[in-house]
């Protein structure tokens, strides 16, 4: 049986990590799409596409289940740091249906810079959101050690 200690650590341990891979496709890997050669970008694109999904979305998944989790297993289901995490994950995966899986779908046709722009600048949010639900799930974490 899942108690809600084991439920928030899994939660945590998946928003780190997501936290973590964020900023490097964030710093790293969406601004490197630029110097992919435009005969290859559409095969770039659908190897990414492929691959990163097998990392995030079961990550993704699981943050979810878990954050959903942690509302029937908290004491205080609307205690400050679980509202604002669960808007957070929220955000996140309206950001993600929103703006970079379209994005993603429109650069299957071919390299367009503004849309690699545009997907680095529309990331920003999930950046940030990811790493303010880190900092805030220090306050149940403190209280579980």
């Not at 891979?21 to 630029?34: E, K």
């Not at 691959?51 to 943050?63: L, T």
């Not at 679980?82 to 650069?107: C, D, E, K, Q, Y």
Request: hydrophobic share 55%; charged share 10%.
């Amino acid at each position: 049986m899942l108690t809600y200690q084991s439920v928030l650590v899994i939660h945590i341990i998946c928003c780190v990590f997501m936290t973590g891979l964020i900023w490097t496709i964030q710093l790293v890997h969406y601004p490197s799409f630029a110097f992919i050669d435009s005969t290859r970008f559409t095969e770039f694109e659908t190897f990414h596409a492929s691959r990163i999904s097998w990392i995030v979305m079961p990550v993704m998944i699981v943050e979810l289940m878990t954050a959903i989790g942690l509302w029937f297993l908290l004491a205080e289901p609307w205690s400050l740091w679980n509202v604002i995490n669960s808007i957070g994950v929220l955000l996140i995966w309206l950001s993600t249906g929103l703006f970079s899986m379209p994005i993603h779908a429109r650069l299957l046709s071919g390299k367009n810079t503004e849309l690699i722009r545009r997907l680095v600048e529309t990331n920003w949010p999930r950046t940030i959101l990811w790493s303010l639900r880190s900092l805030v799930l220090i306050v149940p974490l403190g209280r579980l050690l």
